[in-house]
């Protein structure tokens, strides 16, 4: 138990993260096509986040954007790069005091497709310049997730019609 414990805090293992990420690249719009779903995702479609970076703090601002019961559901956050990590890892922080690991563990050259996770691999989005995407290069990235320890049966598709 103390070792799973210690594992989460000091973030000792987990899925790993790409070398960088130009944050200014990264930013633009998201479209979810498979995640783990957490409880405030259930029940959601459309889902996507939206990136932009505040250039006077350095930070960048997330908004996060499903379709649930015919209605648009949205939370915003801000993200800060981890010192370091090539800003492959940050911290979002929700509502002033939550605040989540975010690791892109891959992410296409041209930026067109990217994976996220967090630490422990148990939360992971798939998440695509465009709203839908080509089954093979889903299947690839499924196999990569699988290589970095993700459980992809727990993987969901997100509706996007």
């Known amino acids: 138990m103390f070792k799973k414990f210690l594992r ?28 783990i779903p957490s409880k405030q995702q259930r029940g959601c479609a459309k889902t996507k986040a939206e990136y932009t970076l505040d250039s006077a703090t350095g930070r960048v601002l997330v908004r996060n954007s499903c379709r649930r019961n015919g209605r648009e559901a949205s939370i915003r956050a801000t993200a800060v790069p981890v010192e370091g990590s090539g800003n492959a890892k940050l911290i979002v922080t929700f509502f002033r005091w939550i605040k ?13 497709w990217a994976l996220v996770s967090n ?30 320890g993700i459980d992809t049966t727990k993987l969901v598709k997100t509706a996007q019609g």
């Open 119 to 148: 630490p422990a691999g148990s939360r992971c989005w798939m998440l695509s310049r465009t709203p839908y995407m080509d089954e093979v290069l889903y299947r690839q990235l499924l196999d990569e997730l699988r290589l970095k």
């Open 100 to 112: 989540a690991d975010y690791w892109v563990i891959g992410l296409a050259e041209d930026y067109s």
């Open 8 to 35: 989460k805090r000091l973030h000792i293992g987990g899925p790993g993260t790409v070398p960088q990420v130009d944050v200014l690249k990264y930013c633009g719009t998201w479209y979810e096509i498979a995640a």
